[in-house]
């Protein structure tokens, strides 16, 4: 007797810096089962660990540069192989450049895309403003969502969520990643490929709404 197997897919989430791809990421892997793989966390715990890569990346990092696609390609190809990303994963803040994305397909497939829309006049604000708790991981802003009192002493800010940085890290963003949007439309057209489009702007909950409707829909 024979079963029908659902192939494993992937799950990318897209969109420019501060569009709350890392916040929202969280209850995405929750309602979808599938565990989340943040390159940019990646690359935080390499430079935290002092590692060779960590030391290369941090350059590109504290610049606001995107770091090369051959660093970017060898992590993800190594975390790939864990067992938990047998079904696929969600890849938050990864595919950056149409090279990595082309890269990927031959790794995994990618069932669904969530483009996360944030206009750049709100992502400075965004960025500057947001901190994190560096034994949860939890994501909080001082303006639009504040840390409980108790916790927010041991906040911290990253070090590229400077006003300088962040603009380099647009300017990356339009340069190099946002032709991936075109990129995986023209994709999805012959493919089973999903596109869905959100408007980030909203609170963090209605955000969520609006992704969990997308996906179910
Ligand atoms: P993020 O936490 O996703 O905002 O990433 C922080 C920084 O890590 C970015 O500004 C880049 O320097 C680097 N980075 C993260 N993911 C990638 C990627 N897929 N390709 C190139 N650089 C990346």
Redesign the pocket.
Known sequence: MSSVSRAPSSIVLFGP??AG??TQAGNISRVTGKPQV???????AAVKEGSQLGAE?KE??E???????E??IGL?SERMMHDDATEGVLF??????IA?AEELSKITNVSLVIMIQVPDEDIIDRIVGRRMDPRTGDIYHVKFNPAPSDITPRLVQ?K?DTEE?VRS?LD?YHD??KPLSSWYNEVSKDSDLRVISVDGRGSIDAVSKLIENEIGS
């Open positions: 810096p501060g791809k890392g943040s390159t940019g966390d990646m690359l935080r990346a590109y990092m610049a606001g540069l995107l770091v090369p696609d660093i970017i993800i938050d803040g990864f595919p950056r450049t990595q990253r590229d940085t890290r990356a190099q990643t």
